[in-house]
């Protein structure tokens, strides 16, 4: 009896632990890869959905940072604009850096098609066409882009930096992203 009393005490623990971890959510895979596109290294990621499937077709966005659009630039609009809603709905984000500290619309652009088709070629975006976005300069870069290479997107955002609602508040004179005049 004590045997199979043991036996019990320690598979309910074990279950438990098992049951905790499934219930967990999947969080989003992100990726910190380069590829070398006409003789220019350029550095992105990618977040891939929860439970990714390389054989089923995802949206896809294809993000832009603002500013120099650095490396820097990239995880920021990755992880106040992007990371959360493509996680809960099932997309795939590439996001660059522009190469050689040259913006997306100056002479960065010359990445583009060729890293879309390879991005293509690794990932399967639904209808092989992208929603590009962006703040700021990365906004700026979008439109440029997309201009560019129509074929390959389905829209443009372009949008402001990220503020939060305390430091939009601040200003006494404005009516805040917080819904309320001042």
């Given at each position: 009896m004590k045997q199979l009393c043991s036996k019990w005490m320690l598979l309910i623990p074990a279950a438990a632990a098992v049951a905790i971890i499934a219930a967990q959510p999947l969080q989003a895979e992100l990726l910190e890869k380069t590829k070398k596109v006409g003789g220019t290294t350029v550095h992105y990621k990618v977040a891939l959905p929860n439970g990714y499937d390389p054989a089923k077709a995802y949206p896809g966005?294809?993000?832009?940072?603002?500013g120099p659009q650095t490396m820097n630039t990239v995880d920021a609009v990755l992880n106040r604009n992007l990371l959360a809603e493509a996680e809960k709905r099932g997309y795939i984000v590439v996001a660059p850096a522009a190469p050689d500290d040259q913006l997306f619309f100056e002479d960065g652009a010359r990445i583009f098609p060729e890293f879309l088709k390879m991005i293509l070629a690794d990932y399967k975006i639904q209808d092989n066409k992208f929603h590009i976005a962006g703040p700021s300069n990365g906004g700026i870069a979008a439109f440029?882009?997309?201009a560019?290479?129509?074929q390959?997107?389905?829209s443009v955002t372009a949008f402001r930096r990220f503020r939060t609602c305390a430091y939009s508040c601040m200003s006494a004179n404005s009516t805040s992203t917080?819904?309320?005049?001042r």
């Open positions: 966005i294809l993000a832009l940072g603002g440029h882009v997309a560019a290479n129509p390959y997107f389905l917080c819904g309320t005049a």
